[in-house]
């Protein structure tokens, strides 16, 4: 079992940035890849950004350019800097480890236009 804390979410303006971090397991953080999941009300869970062990990185066409995923493996913690932000990227916003099915409780993002 994987223990994911995720934080950092709030109400912003459009065009704002928010950090979110997510605190994940000691035993697992260092070995696995790592993700950053959002789900919107009426819409399915999508991945936002992913980032490998070794700090490659991926992003879902609709926040490229605006977010950047990052990862202290000293602090196994994930980030996710999300600048210029939408009212479209209104979700809440999981963190996930690759191979695990575990998920934390989220953190709700909204942004106002």
């Avoid at 934080?7 to 997510?22: D, P, T």
Wanted: proline content about 2%; glycine content about 12%.
């Amino acid at each position: 079992q994987v223990h994911l804390v995720e934080s950092g979410g709030g109400l912003v303006q459009a065009g704002g940035s928010l950090r979110l971090s997510c605190a994940a397991s000691g035993s697992i953080f260092s070995s696995n890849a790592m993700g950053w999941y959002r789900q919107a009300p009426g819409k399915q869970r999508e991945l936002v950004a992913g980032i490998t062990r070794r700090g490659m990185t991926n992003y879902a066409d609709s926040v490229k350019g605006r977010f950047t995923i990052s990862r202290d493996n000293t602090k196994n913690t994930v980030y996710l800097q999300m600048n210029n932000l939408k009212p479209e990227d209104t979700a809440v916003y999981y963190c996930k480890a690759e191979g695990w099915s575990d998920w934390g409780q989220g953190t709700q993002v909204t942004v106002s236009s």
